[in-house]
């Protein structure tokens, strides 16, 4: 089965650093884009970024360009979300996703890893 598995979310002091990892199985991980999703307390869902099939192509929200960093490694069926100058606002949930392009669809999410950013 479709399994994406977040981990390495924690605690972090404003301007500090994570690596979020997202572990894929269950499918052929090189087909497809996968995205980074995020919920905010008492918000709704934000896309933080996207990476291509092959990582050739990454895009981000302004929220967090410049900051954050997606990549990709398909030996491992793994993307990765390198965050920097991480802000208060960046608390969240974060969710790594599977976008299904022929259903236009985010159609299967990882469980999510808690991001929390305090001094």
């Known amino acids: 089965q479709v399994q994406l598995v977040e981990s390495g979310g924690g605690l972090v002091q404003p301007g500090g650093s994570l690596r979020l990892s997202c572990a894929a199985s269950?499918?052929?991980?090189?087909?497809?884009?996968i995205v980074w999703v995020r919920q905010a307390p008492g918000k709704g869902l934000e896309r933080v970024s996207g990476?291509?099939?092959?990582?050739?192509?990454?895009s981000y929200e302004d929220a967090v360009k410049g900051r954050f960093t997606t990549s990709r490694d398909n030996s491992k069926n793994t993307v990765y979300l390198q965050m920097n100058s991480l802000k208060p606002e960046d608390t969240a949930v974060y969710y790594c996703?599977?976008?299904?392009?022929?259903?236009?669809?985010?159609?299967?999410w990882g469980q999510g890893t808690q991001v929390t950013v305090s001094s």
């Open positions: 990476i291509s099939s092959d990582g050739g192509v990454t």
């Open positions: 996703a599977r976008y299904e392009a022929g259903r236009f669809a985010y159609d299967y």
């Open positions: 269950g499918f052929t991980f090189s087909n497809y884009v």
